[in-house]
């Protein structure tokens, strides 16, 4: 189950990489914030595993509520971003298994490829919706990364980055090339 | 409680300043409160003491908590003396955010935390009106975001020594990435307002964020302290001359002052590179100038940048002296401390910083001429912040003693 999940944030964070619409945007936000979720009950955080459920399940559900209706996975033109999700997968599948040793290797995996993934996302992407869902991801991921410890961080991170990424959820850009 | 109010109340007044836009003395009333509120709340806390009230930690070190006073204090000269374009109301909006995240990343008890307030104001100011796209004001804070995530990463995980190493490089990545310096300069367009620009990052959250990710590096790679300041020393250098043939030589005035903060900027990781007490002192010594007078000067310059008339009066040639690090301001107390902790550490390190510092002196002429003539609230602005600048020079160490040092 806990490997399943971590390939879940992964195809979370790979159909955001992949989609313009907003459809596609919230089913790769809950689909990254349930496996994030999952690994966290997994690892004994309840808290910070009901944290991530709700603020990353309702930032979904606002993203799903604005932006073009569409669902736009794929248009023309996304091969190389076909490409950075499946290199920037293996990249993070070989750093947590075999750079990274111990025990939590499919949470380091889940969470190295949501940063890298939402990363290069940000830095790439001009549209504002795509990159607030990509913002709200990587919040998730960062909190990810503070569970990966062995003493653990406490729920706070987990807090920290659901209310961030709620937050976001609700910004609209005011800039000139604003939503 | 302390830490926790200091974050609620700025950020409520930050709320409150926007809500009531259209009512400006109301807002400037009531945000101008909550924010003094929260400024208490940091004078009296003791540094160093954890607060859970709420049920998480809350801690806030000396020297972030000096420099939050000072970026408060910077805030309260800039409103009470506004340039007469700029509304009181907006300039509390924007700082009581930025003081709030400020205060928020001081006491982070994890790196994680610090990564998500960078994340939220990156957030919040990339929304905001502005001439830069969303995307690009996105840019910066979120490749530092990034770094520091991949570097708190590869320091919680066992495995080879080299993952400490690249913990290490992307830590420092990171910082420099969320500063704005070189080699990660934010884009900068004159025509857009201070709040939306990358000065804030530079000037105001810029110095409390640095010392709070360095305070966690401690904790995340103690094995890597000597490379971590041997890029930051390097990186510091680069910045130093980049930062001010840049100032000197650019065409635009507003982009000569914004590289003078990065050139600043190198003499400050210089200082906390080194690792020494007076590499620390002069460190903040010029973390202090720029957040209590250099970034005033900057905004009081906007308006002489904007209709384009310089000055060569007393007035301009005092901030120019301040702006280089002229005795008898901060910054020469700064650059003293500087050279004697570069001495102590390795000496032709020194005689590279002594060269360094030579290069402030064009374009400081400059900056301090596009000044223009200060007249009323900007002339007594300006008066104020070379006051502050030489009392801290003159007298050092209530300042450092303030500081933890």
Request: glycine share 18%.
């Given at each position: 189950m806990i490997v399943a999940a971590a390939f879940t944030a992964w195809l979370g964070a790979a159909v955001i990489v992949l989609s313009d619409g907003r459809r596609a945007l919230a089913i790769g936000l809950a689909l990254t914030a349930a496996a994030f979720s999952a690994l966290a009950w997994a690892g004994g955080e309840h808290l910070a595993a009901a944290a991530i459920f709700v603020g990353g399940g309702a930032a979904a559900v606002l993203r799903s509520q604005t932006?073009?209706?569409?669902?736009?996975?794929?248009?023309?033109?996304?091969t190389p971003r076909l490409i950075l999700s499946l290199a920037g997968g293996l990249l993070a599948l070989w750093i947590a298994t075999s750079l990274m040793t111990g025990p939590g290797a499919p949470a380091r995996f889940a969470a190295l490829s949501v940063l890298g993934l939402m990363g290069a996302r940000i830095l790439t992407e001009t549209k504002p919706p795509a990159l607030l869902t990509a913002l709200s991801a990587l919040a998730l991921s960062v909190a990810m990364v503070s569970?990966?410890?062995?003493a653990g961080a406490g729920p706070s991170p987990y807090i920290a980055a659901a209310v961030v990424a709620l937050g976001v959820s609700v910004v609209h850009a005011a800039g000139p090339d604003g939503a | 409680m302390e830490p926790e109010l200091a974050i609620a109340l700025p950020a409520a007044g930050s709320a409150c300043a926007a809500m009531l836009k259209t009512r400006p003395k109301a807002a400037v009333v009531s945000a101008a409160s909550l924010g003094l509120a929260g400024v208490a709340a940091i004078v009296v806390y003791a540094p160093g003491s954890t607060s859970e009230q709420l049920g998480f930690a809350f801690s806030v070190s000396a020297e972030s908590r000096a420099l939050v006073i000072a970026a408060a204090a910077a805030l309260a000269l800039v409103v009470a003396?506004?340039?007469?374009?700029?509304e009181r109301a907006t300039l509390l909006t924007w700082g009581l955010a930025g003081l709030s995240g400020m205060v928020a990343i001081a006491a982070a008890t994890s790196i994680e935390i610090v990564i998500l307030v960078v994340l939220a104001l990156a957030a919040l100011q990339a929304a905001a009106?502005?001439?830069?796209?969303f995307a690009t004001r996105l840019r910066g804070p979120v490749l530092a975001a990034t770094l520091l995530a991949v570097a708190a990463a590869a320091a919680r995980s066992d495995g080879p020594s080299i993952l400490s190493r690249l913990a290490a490089v992307a830590l420092v990545a990171g910082l420099f990435a969320a500063l704005g310096a070189m080699p990660y300069i934010h884009e900068f367009d004159a025509e857009e307002r201070t709040a939306t620009s990358p000065v804030p990052w530079m000037a105001f959250i810029g110095p409390v964020m640095v010392l709070a990710v360095l305070t966690q590096a401690r904790a995340l790679v103690p094995s890597e302290g000597a490379a971590v300041g041997a890029m930051m020393i390097a990186l510091g250098l680069i910045n130093m001359l980049w930062g001010s043939v840049a100032s000197w030589r650019t065409e635009g005035g507003a982009a000569a002052w914004h590289y003078s903060f990065m050139a600043d900027w190198g003499l400050a990781l210089c200082g906390l590179g080194l690792a020494i007490a007076d590499g620390r002192r002069a460190a903040v010594l010029v973390l202090l100038g720029i957040v209590l007078s250099r970034l005033p000067l900057y905004l009081w310059s906007r308006q002489a940048l904007r209709e384009k008339r310089p000055n060569d009066r007393p007035i301009n040639l005092l901030a120019s002296a301040m702006l280089a690090g002229a005795?008898?301001?901060a910054g020469f107390a700064a650059r003293v401390l500087l050279l004697r902790g570069a001495t102590q550490l390795y000496w032709p390190l020194a005689l590279v910083i002594g060269l360094g510092?030579?290069?402030?002196l064009p374009p400081s002429l400059r900056l301090g001429r596009s000044l223009g003539l200060p007249r009323g609230r900007q002339a007594w602005g300006v008066g104020i912040a070379l006051a502050v600048n030489a009392a801290i020079g003159l007298y050092p160490q209530p300042f450092l003693s303030l500081a933890g040092l």
């Open positions: 932006g073009d209706d569409v669902w736009g996975v794929m248009p023309p033109g996304s569970g990966m410890s062995g | 003396l506004a340039p007469l374009l700029v009106p502005g001439k830069r796209p005795a008898p301001f510092l030579l290069l402030w």
